[in-house]
Structures are given as C-alpha cells and as structure tokens.
C-alpha cells in the first residue's frame, strides 16, 4: 500500500501546508505566519513540539478576508500598527521613573524605532503577498 492510499480524502482536497511553504508563496519570514497563527488570524493544528500545520483552505479565507476589507479599513490598520503613542508613553514612562544618560535615552529611542520598523515590515510584506495572491 503506497502512502496516498493511506491519506484522508479531504486531506488531498485541502491539504496541510507548513508555516515554511505559506512564509515562502507569500513571501514573508515565517516569524509572520507564526504571528498569524498566535492572534487567530490564521487557524492552526500542531503536529508535534514544534511544527504547525495550516489548512490551505484556511490560507485562502484568511487573504481573502484580507482582500475583502475595503481600503480605508487597511489604511487605519496599518496607521494602528505604527501607532506612536504607545512608544511615546513608554519613553515618557521610563524618563520619568529613571535619571538617564544620553546614551541609555539614545539605546530607549532606537528600541522605540526598531519596533515601529518591524510594524511597518510585516505590514508591507503582507501587502506584496496579498497583491502578488491576487495578480495570479
């Protein structure tokens, strides 16, 4: 008996894709899809410690959604992601409860910048692959 035989019907008619084959047809870090998956974006199984198994059905309803938003909706998400305030707080924050150097403000604000570059990656790179989706 041949390993296809022993597959599950629904299983080659939806099959199971790893966080790896979605990070790479959409081309982003799979840092990303685990990210998807850790806030229910994107519906998840695990299959041991450390592997996740995503439906491609599932894959398509989550982009689909993402497409489904109208412009606006996206617009605001993506001026959520890079949101200053929560930055600003926490620097007003920690400068209020710490005497600090120049350099220690300096090594906070750069911390501040890389979190606000990261947003602005993982929204960016899901806007390619979303368009890169739809342009098949």
Known sequence: MTRR???PPEDLEDP????AEIANELRVNPATVRLWVSKGTLPARR???RKLLIRSSDLD?????IRSQPARERQARAVELVD???????IEFFLSEHELSEETLLAELD???AHIR???LVYWRGRRAV??????
């Open 5 to 7: 035989e022993n597959v």
């Open 16 to 19: 199971w894709l790893t966080v």
């Open 47 to 49: 299959a041991g410690q």
């Open 61 to 65: 309803a989550m982009l689909e959604a």
């Open 84 to 90: 200053p305030s929560p930055f600003a707080q926490r």
């Open 111 to 113: 911390a501040v910048l």
């Open 118 to 120: 990261e947003a602005l």
């Open 131 to 136: 368009n890169a989706r739809e342009h098949r």
